[in-house]
């Protein structure tokens, strides 16, 4: 299994811009997220679902899309790119109430905008 | 709304000495905890997960405990070495919902041959 996997690894934006960012879980997973880290603080969460089809807002969902139309991806869209979403992104997958109860990460994306 | 704190925000320590890390929540309400390593530029990695029911769990040279009325879990790394230097993040989970994960800001672990 290669887990989650997460791509572009590194984007520069310039404001205004968009892009989607890419996550995939090989784990079959019906839960997955999507968080952000910025420089010195922990993760907080964009958006999440809890399935294909469903989804919902997390902590900090302003300026950001999510679609899930199959198990294993979870887009992420950036409209119209601002400097505050200068950040590191996680993305992640779980399956609650299989017995595995972890999260599990993949490597990140590093964005700036500018 | 829960509140996650970690402290300290940064630890250096000689090589081979025992040390603590600290994690604290607001709300006592949890599902479980999970400890997290992160190594600079790079994704985080699992440790130790420790259920509500649960009062510690251990891997190798960590143990992680957890006391739910007090609001707190601690890391214990036994015997550092160099290669333990990495952030750690502590993150707590709620009953129910999305199950989504809240997380502290970490402590940044420095281990000195």
């Known amino acids: 299994n290669a887990g989650v996997t997460q791509t572009p690894k590194f984007r520069i934006l310039k404001i205004g811009q968009s892009m989607t960012l890419q996550c995939t879980q090989d784990?079959?997973?019906?839960?997955m997220y999507w968080y952000r880290q910025d420089p010195g603080m922990g993760l907080k969460l964009i958006y999440y679902?809890?399935?294909?089809?469903?989804?919902d807002k997390g902590e900090v969902p302003n300026g950001y899309n999510v679609s899930r139309s199959t198990t294993e991806d979870f887009p992420l869209r950036l409209e119209l790119a601002a400097p505050s979403q200068t950040s590191v992104y996680f993305c992640?997958?779980?399956?609650?109430?299989?017995?595995?109860?972890?999260?599990?990460f993949g490597p990140g994306t590093r964005l700036t905008v500018t | 709304k829960q509140e996650v704190t970690q402290i300290p925000a940064a630890l250096s320590v000689p090589e081979g000495e025992n040390l603590v890390l600290n994690c604290s929540f607001t709300?006592?309400?949890?599902?479980?905890l999970q400890w997290f390593r992160q190594d600079p530029g790079k994704g985080l990695t699992s440790l130790l997960l420790?259920?509500?029911?649960?009062r510690e769990q251990t891997s190798g040279r960590l143990n992680a405990s957890l006391d739910k009325s007090s609001g707190r879990s601690t890391l214990y790394i036994a015997a550092s070495q160099p290669g333990d230097s990495a952030t750690y993040l502590c993150?707590?989970?709620?009953?129910?919902?999305?199950?989504?994960?809240?997380f502290g800001k970490g402590t940044k672990l420095t281990v000195n041959p």
């Open positions: 992640a997958s779980s399956s609650p109430g299989t017995g595995d109860d972890e999260q599990y």
């Open positions: 784990m079959n997973h019906n839960y």
């Open positions: 679902s809890v399935g294909a089809g469903i989804t």
């Open positions: 709300d006592s309400a949890i599902y479980n």
């Open positions: 420790i259920q509500s029911s649960q």
């Open positions: 993150a707590v989970r709620a009953w129910g919902g999305s199950e989504k994960l809240v």
